[in-house]
């Protein structure tokens, strides 16, 4: 299994409080991904990095930022969380090639915003 | 605009009945096409990567194939371990990004 952690791995909060979900990895790869997934919309990019301090906006960043100031750590900020920002949170890596690469996922955090 | 369908959405067979699951996709350009299987309460577990139209691959029970429109993942003789929802994915060729599908869930009863 690709050596990637995620905490917390289950959060209740309420609306309005700011939350930061924190993944980490141990295989020193170059990318590094924050996806939401929620019935009937299947996994969703929100921001990916590409190196450190290095990162993009996916399809679903309204709401959400993001920092990575270690290869190992990408963190995930909800600035004010909304109940629609309840899913499960899953982070990837991937070495990254030059034709294709492969991205492993953690175990996911499921966050419910009441 | 990039778009990644999984069909059907949920299978359910008997032991030892074989299906395929497919994944169309319409993208700009393909970099990689990927499969996943996902356990409830866990993280998509990687399977097959996909490069070109023709390619094929397999592991133990599954078998990936592609074409220029569509990906097959054919199970052949599933047992009840292989239950699981089996993600779609594909990588395009501008920028980084992954698009996936919603996914299958397969049942399959003893």
């Known amino acids: 299994d690709a050596g990637i952690t995620q905490s917390p791995r289950h959060k209740v909060t309420e609306t309005g409080t700011p939350v930061t979900l924190r993944c980490h990895q141990t295989?020193?790869?170059?990318?590094m991904y924050w996806y939401r997934q929620d019935p009937g919309h299947g996994l969703r990019l929100i921001h990916y990095s590409y190196g450190v301090k290095d990162t993009d906006k996916g399809e679903v960043s309204d709401g959400y930022s993001v920092s990575r100031s270690k290869t190992e750590d990408f963190l995930l900020t909800l600035e004010s969380a909304t109940s629609s920002q309840t899913s499960v949170y899953f982070c990837a890596i991937s070495a990254g090639g030059v034709s294709t690469d492969t991205q492993y996922f953690g175990p996911g955090t499921r966050l419910t915003v009441l | 605009e990039d778009q990644v369908t999984q069909s059907p959405e949920a299978l359910r067979l008997q032991e030892g009945e074989s299906s395929s699951l497919n994944c169309s996709y319409t993208v700009s350009g393909l970099r990689g096409l990927f499969w996943y299987r996902q356990d409830p309460g866990k993280g998509p577990e990687f399977l097959f990567t996909?490069?070109?139209a023709g390619e094929e691959k397999e592991k133990e029970r599954l078998k990936a194939t592609l074409t220029k429109k569509e990906s097959f993942l054919h199970i052949t003789a599933p047992k009840p371990e292989d239950s699981a929802t089996y993600l779609c994915a594909v990588q395009v060729s501008t920028g980084n990004q992954f698009y996936f599908g919603t996914g299958t869930s397969l049942t399959v009863i003893p």
């Open positions: 295989e020193n790869h170059r990318y």
């Open positions: 996909l490069y070109s």
